[in-house]
């Protein structure tokens, strides 16, 4: 059966996404969106000049009916943050833009699994959800994979370890209310123990991982493109393979109506389930306090 993916917002992380899914053969068909329909059009031609020894993916320029029956849409549309910015200071104006892209997914879509991107993602994320109307299973929220890879490579450093031999995740909030898991950290099947105070520093080396690469390249791209190319494997492989994301809750961890980072297993249907994890007193308060931030701007945001 064919597979399509659409990639809707074909700017920094839309055109790298687009890259790392065109040259890996997961698909048949790859359609880009953006309102800048020349520039897409030479980024979706370049894109087929660079893979043609190694893949028959093909990546062209469309609308939302060229979209029409995608397996999965990947959104990247909208702002991105300037240096001193918080993801949350970019809510209102992203919604709109979330709203107006979502709207489209009405016929055709039936099946469809999304991964939003754009920031605030949590908040954008239960925005899509509720402009879509779909199930809540269907909505993907990129960021937790990302945060628990710059985890990875903070603490790889940290305990002078390869990157690969760290096990480790980041939970709550895509921003600065982020939880990484330290009551879950294994080096090579080791678990790791952590003092209050080389915690209170891997987090703040974390949270701060995506501003320093702003600040010196304008903007994040191979990180989250890779991350997003690893969910759309998971989902077409039906890998099941657990995976931080957001998701729509309804009474996991005491939420509900919110979209928030758990570890989620990933397959062919999108969530299929959400895991819930035992974590620590210090772990739980700080998902709890996460959920209410995100909850507070969803408030404002998420109006349809
Ligand atoms: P960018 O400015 O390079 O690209 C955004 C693209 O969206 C542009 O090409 C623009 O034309 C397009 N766009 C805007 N409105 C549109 C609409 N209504 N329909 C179609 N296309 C539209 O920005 P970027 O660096 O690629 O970042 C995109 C978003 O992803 C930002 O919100 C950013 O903060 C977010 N982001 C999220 C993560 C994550 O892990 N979740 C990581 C990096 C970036």
Not at 87 to 110: P, V, Y
Not at 124 to 148: E, H, P, V
Not at 263 to 281: F, H, K, M, N, Y
Not at 289 to 299: P, Q, R
Request: charge should be negative; charged fraction near 25%.
């Amino acid at each position: 059966m064919s597979r399509k993916v659409t990639i809707v917002g074909a700017g920094t992380v839309g055109e790298a996404a687009a890259f790392n899914i065109a040259i890996k053969n997961i698909c048949d068909e790859l359609v880009l969106i953006d309102l800048d329909e020349e520039k897409t059009i030479g980024e979706a031609t370049d894109i087929g000049h660079s893979i043609a020894f190694e893949s028959d993916t093909e990546v062209h320029y469309g609308d939302y009916d060229k979209a029409a029956g995608s397996d999965i849409v990947v959104v990247t549309a909208g702002k991105p943050r300037k240096p001193g910015m918080t993801r949350l200071d970019l809510a209102n104006e992203n919604a709109d833009i979330i709203r107006s892209i979502f709207k489209n997914f009405k016929t055709g879509f039936e099946n469809t699994v999304f991964i939003t991107t754009t920031n605030p993602m949590d908040v954008m994320n239960l925005c899509a959800y509720k402009t879509c109307g779909l199930d809540r299973r269907q909505l993907i929220g990129f960021g937790g994979w990302l945060d628990s890879s710059r985890l990875r490579y903070v603490l790889a450093h940290h305990l002078d370890a390869p990157h690969t031999s760290i096990d480790a995740y980041v939970l709550g909030e895509h921003g600065d209310s982020q939880v990484p898991v330290f009551s879950q950290v294994y080096n090579d099947g080791e678990k790791v123990e952590f003092s209050g105070k080389e915690q209170a520093e891997i987090t703040e080396k974390v949270r701060g991982s995506a501003m320093s690469v702003i600040e010196k390249k304008g903007g994040t791209e191979w990180a989250p493109a890779r991350g997003i190319y690893t969910i759309v494997q998971s989902i077409f492989n039906n890998e099941k393979r657990v995976i931080p994301c957001s998701a729509v809750l309804n009474g996991e961890y005491g939420l509900e109506d919110v979209s928030i980072g758990v570890p989620c297993v990933i397959g062919r249907r999108g969530i299929e389930q959400v895991l819930e994890w035992e974590l620590s007193d210090e772990e739980r308060e700080g998902f709890k306090e996460a959920g209410e931030k995100i909850s507070a701007f969803c408030g404002e945001a998420c109006v349809i």
